[in-house]
């Protein structure tokens, strides 16, 4: 029988291995690989973006999918459990929100960007790290959530 000391080492011990950068998160399930990219509209970053990927596979009914939230130059590092861990290899549908604060009534929209599975937006997370080319958005009717205003393309 193992002492309670014994367990929480082993516990500790699979956390120190799983952290580092560029490595991969373990879960009970599956591999996350780290995914970096960029959101622009034509030639300039959008700042304040909420994306979405929506796996094209099965996905595991208690676990949020894969997210991330543009910095202001517009690039992203995703997310499945915990910050910057990645997300499991596969195809992805992807859907872009402005991150807006709880109760804010802004206008912002995306417009088709906002649901997945119209959006057109489309990323492969491989079995490594994985840079995501450029994400851009085109179109009309794109309203920032600064000003409200439609944003140029």
């Known amino acids: 029988m193992f002492r309670p000391v014994t367990i929480v080492l082993f516990v500790l011990l699979g ?14 399930d599956n591999t996350f690989y780290p995914a970096t990219g960029r959101v622009l509209v034509g030639k300039q970053p959008l700042a304040g973006v909420v994306l979405e990927f929506k796996p094209k596979f099965e996905w595991k009914k208690d676990v949020a ?31 872009l929100k402005f991150a807006t604060a709880e109760g804010d009534s802004s206008n912002a929209s995306l417009g088709t960007y906002s649901d997945p599975a119209k959006s057109g937006l489309k990323a492969t997370i491989k079995p490594a790290p994985t840079k995501i080319p450029d994400i851009v958005v085109k179109g009309s009717g794109i309203r920032t959530p600064a000003s409200g205003k439609s944003r140029a393309r």
């Open 15 to 28: 956390c120190l291995t799983g952290c580092g950068s560029g490595e991969t998160t373990q879960n009970a």
């Open 65 to 95: 999918f894969p997210h991330a939230t543009t910095g202001s130059d517009g690039t992203f590092e995703l997310e499945t459990i915990m910050a910057a861990d990645g997300a499991p290899a596969g195809d992805y549908e992807i859907g």
